[in-house]
């Protein structure tokens, strides 16, 4: 459990999103990291975001949302900019000049040019300005998800398993072989970033969130029976693993 910088944080917002049981219909392992104080528009986000298959923990300031980044592996941080223990561009700032490639997509007001132009060139990647259509934000991320650098298509392939992150279908040889969510959850992040370790708490933060009491041998379980999977529907990539380390997936 790192739940230490939830203190003060309306914990129902990440939690929504990550307790056991409450998965949305589509197991997906891109996580999102959205600092909104505003609750409603926060829990909109969150729910919103959970049909388009994106997991997102949700909190309100930007203290928080900096903390999460120290401990959990984001895909993308969508960031509203007025917060209220101090501005969202200091959060894209502080980021930036830890290295932190993070993609950053800030939210704004109709009317801050100005913001968004300082957002941007604070390094943020993308914005959108308040109201916006949900099924935007979903597909502007996706955008930010494909840029070079960032392993995100409609496709994922390693030798001859392919995976349809639209469809969550994995194919072998174009035959769509049976596999579990939870399976496909772990598979899917060796997949995106294949040929790279992949640290054991990444897959568990990934597939149980940050809330989850995960059994210290949950990963290793999982990782076996993804082996056995791999090997029983014909896959010729394996999963390799380094002790203490993580784990690699090899063509
Ligand atoms: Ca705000």
């Known amino acids: ?113 100005d913001d968004r132009v300082a957002g941007l060139d604070r390094g943020a990647d993308d914005y959108l300005m308040k109201p916006f259509a949900m099924k935007e934000l979903a597909a502007r991320l996706r955008a930010l998800l494909r840029r070079p650098g960032r392993v995100l298509g409609a496709t994922l392939e390693s030798g001859n398993l392919r995976f349809n992150t639209v469809l969550r279908q994995v194919v072998v040889d174009g035959r769509v072989v049976p596999i579990s969510r939870r399976e496909i959850g772990a598979l899917e992040l060796l997949m995106r970033r294949a040929g790279q370790v992949v640290s054991r708490r990444a897959l568990e933060d990934t597939l149980y969130g940050l809330s989850g009491d995960v059994n210290p041998n949950a990963v290793e379980v999982l990782i076996s029976r993804l082996r056995k999977r ?18 690699l997936l090899k063509e």
Do not use: W
């Not at 791999?230 to 784990?247: M, N, P, V």
């Open 230 to 247: 791999l090997d029983e529907i014909g896959a010729d990539c394996s999963i390799r693993t380094l002790r203490g380390i993580g784990y």
């Open 1 to 113: 459990m790192h739940l230490g910088f939830l203190s003060g944080f309306k914990a129902k917002h990440l939690l929504s999103s990550v307790l056991p049981g409450q998965y949305p219909r589509l197991f997906c392992t891109m996580r999102i990291l959205l600092v909104e104080d505003h609750d409603r528009l926060a829990q909109t986000i969150v729910e919103g975001l959970d049909e388009f298959g994106f997991r997102v923990d949700a909190l309100p300031t930007a203290e928080d949302g900096i903390s999460a980044t120290r401990s959990t592996e984001y895909d993308a941080l969508v960031l509203d900019l007025g917060l209220p223990d101090r501005d969202g561009l200091d959060v894209i700032s502080e980021l930036r000049q830890r290295n932190i490639e993070l993609p950053i997509l800030i939210l704004t007001a109709r009317d801050g040019v």
